[in-house]
T-cell receptor, first 113, second 114 residues
Framework: NAGVMQNPRHLVRRRGQEARLRCSPM?????VYWYRQLPEEGLKFMVYLQKENIIDESGMPKERFSAEFPKEGPSILRIQQVVRGDSAAYFC???????????FGPGTRLTVL | AQTVTQSQPEMSVQEAETVTLSCTYD???????LFWYKQPPSRQMILVIR??????QNATENRFSVNFQKAAKSFSLKISDSQLGDAAMYFC???????????FGEGTQLTVNP
């Protein structure tokens, strides 16, 4: 049973470009969470999604960031017009239900030049 | 808002010795979950141990155990017989029983010396 998969593992973008980060949850999991880890800091919650629904986006920056989890396919975290401050590791986690254990993916390290 | 504080940015321990990592948290909830996660250089987040607040008994997983002091809002992790593979960043995390998001502390970098 494959774990949570994230791709790409490393992503380099220039300022102003768009970044798309993908997360495939574990088999049987329909709940996805995105967290961001800035250098030398702990993980910070960004957004919680179920299939086709955003449940809690209170941790998402108001501009440039969006997330989706379509009926088919992976969850996508999209960052438009990236800036250097977006450079971080972005982790996805999935769970079977709202209150079940969250399993983390290996993360995507975004570097903005 | 809930907060989680890890006051030790770095800790070191000799191989085979015991080390305790500290964590305090702030919440007005009476029921919640607490976790310790390990993040090795690969950056993969690995769940080490979990504690339900309503349980008085401290959780134990092999060489890892916690000291949960609910009144003091303290949740320390004890690693016994430390091994080189224990070297990693350790994060304390909190989650409400009725919530889904995890709130993490800033982490403690553990070094294990041979």
């Amino acid at each position: 049973n494959a774990g949570v998969m994230q791709n790409p593992r490393h992503l380099v973008r220039r300022r102003g470009q768009e970044a798309r980060l993908r997360c495939s949850p574990m088999k049987g999991h329909s709940h996805v969470y995105w967290y961001r880890q800035l250098p030398e800091e702990g993980l910070k919650f960004m957004v919680y999604l179920q299939k086709e629904n955003i449940i809690d986006e209170s941790g998402m920056p108001k501009e440039r960031f969006s997330a989706e989890f379509p009926k088919e396919g992976p969850s996508i975290l999209r960052i438009q017009q990236v800036v250097r401050g977006d450079s971080a590791a972005y982790f996805c986690a999935s769970s079977q239900g709202s209150y079940n254990e969250q399993f983390f993916g290996p993360g995507t390290r975004l570097t903005v030049l | 808002a809930q907060t989680v504080t890890q006051s030790q940015p770095e800790m070191s321990v000799q191989e085979a010795e015991t080390v305790t990592l500290s964590c305090t948290y702030d919440t007005s909830e009476s029921d919640y979950y607490l976790f310790w996660y390990k993040q090795p250089p690969s950056r993969q987040m690995i769940l080490v141990i979990r504690q339900e607040a309503y349980k008085q008994q401290n959780a134990t997983e092999n060489r890892f155990s916690v000291n949960f002091q609910k009144a003091a809002k303290s949740f320390s992790l004890k690693i016994s017989d430390s091994q080189l593979g224990d070297a990693a960043m350790y994060f304390c995390a909190y989650r409400e029983t009725s919530g889904s998001r995890l709130t993490f502390g800033e982490g403690t970098q553990l070094t294990v010396n041979p």
